[in-house]
């Protein structure tokens, strides 16, 4: 996978801190396995079988899972979020562009442009240097219409979809799923693949039996 600087941290994930410690369990993959064993009144073999999350995902019994989620926080391009909102089993808080001034050209550079050996058609500047051009011009722009009184709302107008910003994302089990599968097939935007990946690396070190057939 081609680097875009693409950062993705995990702030929290289910645990469990009273329901089930009398069964002695304290993470999310045991919270859905007891949920699970409700449903065939097995509840007291709870523990006793390491791939029993795994079966229940092999017959299509995935509903347990969204009984536990995780949290993370993803530093990307907006190009990258205006795809990941489209997962709607999910909750979102975003770096907002209309209360949050852009003081700083912060943006991604696609690897494709930043690895590119052939130089523009001019044959005076690289790709790299050429998008990095481009951005300045937009935030010059962005800048000359703040200094001119236009709110930040409206001069936010000019920010390429290059520009970086960060979410903060929960989804639980089942989607994460749904979203790793997805996101990690070859035609997805490659940035996108480059966060999905490290969300699966995530999941599958939190909670391996749930993920580790990814």
């Not at 919270?31 to 999350?53: H, M, Q, S, V």
């Not at 690897?111 to 051009?133: K, L, M």
């Not at 996101?183 to 969300?199: D, F, I």
Request: net charge negative; with cysteine; charged share 30%.
């Amino acid at each position: 996978m081609e680097d875009y600087g693409t950062r993705v941290q995990l702030l929290a994930f289910t645990t469990v801190e009273q329901a089930c410690h009398i069964f002695g369990w304290q993470d999310g993959e045991a919270l859905i396995e007891y949920a699970g064993r409700k449903c065939y009144a097995n509840e007291d073999k709870c523990g006793t079988d390491p791939d029993w999350i795994q079966a229940r995902i092999k017959d299509g019994h995935e509903s347990i899972l969204e009984h536990a989620s995780a949290t993370f926080l993803i530093v990307c391009s907006r190009v990258v979020t205006h795809e990941l909102v489209r997962h709607r089993i999910a909750s979102y808080s975003q770096r907002s562009q209309r209360y949050v001034k852009e003081s700083e050209p912060r943006y991604i550079i696609p690897a494709e442009i930043r690895n590119a050996e052939t130089e523009t058609p001019d044959g005076e500047v690289s790709y790299e240097e050429w998008f990095r051009h481009v951005m300045e011009l937009a935030w010059n722009a962005y800048e000359s219409l703040i200094n001119q009184g236009f709110p930040g709302e409206t001069a936010r107008y000019v920010l390429p979809n290059a520009c970086e910003t960060q979410i903060v994302v929960t989804m639980n089990f089942r989607e994460l799923r749904h979203f790793i599968k997805l996101r990690t097939l070859p035609r997805v935007l490659p940035e996108m693949g480059e966060v999905a990946g490290k969300v699966k690396d995530i999941c599958r070190k939190i909670a391996p039996k749930v993920f580790e057939d990814l």
